[in-house]
């Protein structure tokens, strides 16, 4: 089966071919899953492209990063928010507020659940406003903060996280809470103004559609905080109007980088845990394995600076120093280097247009004589079916893309538990997509795109017992 992801069937549509080769290349994956391949250079070879004719949002940076004149530059410390403050976003980004306190200072602070560390970083930064997503645990935090002299104001649930994230004083708000429970956080702080230190890939990913016409309308700067989009807003910082040609991805290539196709079918959940590289959270670390990481990340760079799907690359790197490139319009290739560190793009989100002092103790320098080499390879589309699923998902636009993400986290859930296969994964995001196609929205409110989120995780389960997915063959 072969995913071909139309346009919403109430935008008129038009249908064409690739002329970059005229042959097919269809890879059988092991079982029934079947996809056509995508060149080297970009094109959807020999597969159907189908593209809408209605102009899609405008990206957070079209192609280049000029700060506007009159900026305002901060003599004292820069006020931010934290929304999701005790998870590993949060607590870098507290790292760095308390490595510069005469550079940026905490006002306002959402956690989900975890008080001992939430109270520990009220009595450290003192922030004026706390939000608790658990309601239950207010009193809990507030007996942990009783001998605190200046107490903060507490919020509890969806509410407090809104507040904190639309504090009047806050500048910046950096969004490290996971899911879609994010996007009403970053809404309200787009609203209010607040420039957003993005590490939230809901917001983009299945939100771009509704998000980015409102940060153009409130005048907000999106500042990408992962490693790779930080990579290339790096790169494109002075370029000149459509100097942009093409996006390279670098990815480390995962757990199974190194295996042959015909193994796959054989993978336990263990193996997939294995990182080469690094010890991540279960979710990021399978997601790396199936290089879906990447594929939703094609689609955050779209939205982000607006390169068409054609001109968004993945190379595998294994290791991970060249966060991302970009290719000019007269070949040059602006690569950004460095030890794989998410500080550097959290304290660029912050700082950004100005470049921080950071000590070489905490903050260690690359030394690429010691590194010795860096070595790059094509990624195998048949090992990693997910590039093309991405791909298709983000040609199709509006709520695919958060179908195509919401499926794989369920997908991804099931594994983890051992009630599908690692090949499974692949098919339970085809599938939710496919199932999609006959209710794509390509502008959805935001209602709607919470909406499919949530149905997109409850059909992704559904197939776990149903007849539609068929076990992978040995």
Not at 23 to 47: E, H, I, M, V
Not at 53 to 65: F, H, I, M, S, Y
Not at 342 to 348: E, H, S, V, W
Request: glycine fraction near 6%.
């Amino acid at each position: 089966m072969a995913l071909n992801l139309l346009s919403p069937a109430e935008v008129k549509s038009i249908f064409f071919s690739d002329s970059f080769k005229p042959n097919s290349l269809t890879a059988k994956f092991p079982g029934s899953f079947a996809l056509k391949r995508k060149d080297q250079c970009g094109a959807a070879s020999g597969r159907r492209v189908y593209c809408s004719l209605q102009a899609p949002p405008p990206p957070a940076w079209p192609g280049r990063a000029v700060p506007e004149p009159g900026r305002k530059t901060w003599d004292g410390p820069k006020p931010i928010s934290i929304i999701g403050c005790t998870g590993s976003i949060g607590t870098q980004t507290l790292d760095i507020v308390a490595e510069n306190p005469d550079k940026f200072k905490v006002v306002a602070l959402a956690a989900g659940s975890n008080i001992t560390l939430l109270a520990d970083q009220v009595k450290r930064f003192r922030p004026q406003l706390v939000a608790v997503r658990n309601d239950s645990l207010i009193a809990e935090l507030e007996e942990a903060l009783n001998d605190v002299e200046q107490k903060p104001e507490i919020i509890p649930g969806e509410q407090g996280i809104i507040e904190v994230a639309r504090h009047p004083d806050a500048v910046t708000v950096v969004t490290g809470i996971v899911g879609c429970a994010g996007l009403k956080p970053t809404v309200a702080a787009i609203e209010a103004g607040k420039d957003i230190a993005l590490a939230n890939k809901e917001t983009l990913i299945a939100g771009g559609p509704f998000v980015l016409p409102l940060a153009h309308k409130h005048n907000v700067k999106i500042l990408p905080a992962d490693s790779e989009h930080s990579a290339i807003f790096q790169c494109i910082q002075g370029l000149s109007e459509g100097a942009l040609r093409r996006i390279i991805l670098t990815a480390s290539g995962g757990a199974f980088r190194d295996w042959p196709v015909d193994k796959l079918k054989d993978v336990k959940v263990a193996d997939a845990l294995k990182h080469p590289n690094w010890n991540m959270g279960k979710k990021i670390t399978v997601d790396s394995a199936t290089l879906f990481n990447k594929g939703l990340e094609v689609i955050e760079a779209h939205y982000l600076f607006g390169a068409d799907y054609d001109h968004i690359d993945i190379v595998i790197h294994p290791q991970s120093i060249i966060h991302s490139m970009v290719e000019t319009q007269d070949s040059s290739v602006l690569a950004q280097l460095g030890w794989p560190d998410m500080r550097l793009p959290i304290l660029y989100t912050l700082s950004w247009p100005d470049r921080i002092y950071c000590s070489e103790i905490t903050w260690p320098r690359l030394d690429l004589c010691k590194l010795g080499s860096l070595t790059f390879k094509t990624p195998d589309n048949v090992k990693y079916p997910s590039m093309n699923l991405a791909y298709a998902a983000g040609r199709a636009g509006g709520t695919m893309t958060g179908v195509l993400s919401a499926a794989n986290e369920k997908a991804v859930e099931m594994f983890i538990d051992e009630k599908i296969s690692y090949l499974d994964i692949f098919k339970v995001v085809e599938l939710t997509c496919e199932k999609h196609q006959n209710e794509l929205l390509s502008s959805p409110s935001l209602e709607d795109i919470i909406h499919y989120d949530l149905w997109a995780r409850e059909y992704a389960a559904s197939l776990q017992s149903s007849s539609s997915l068929t076990p992978v063959a040995a």
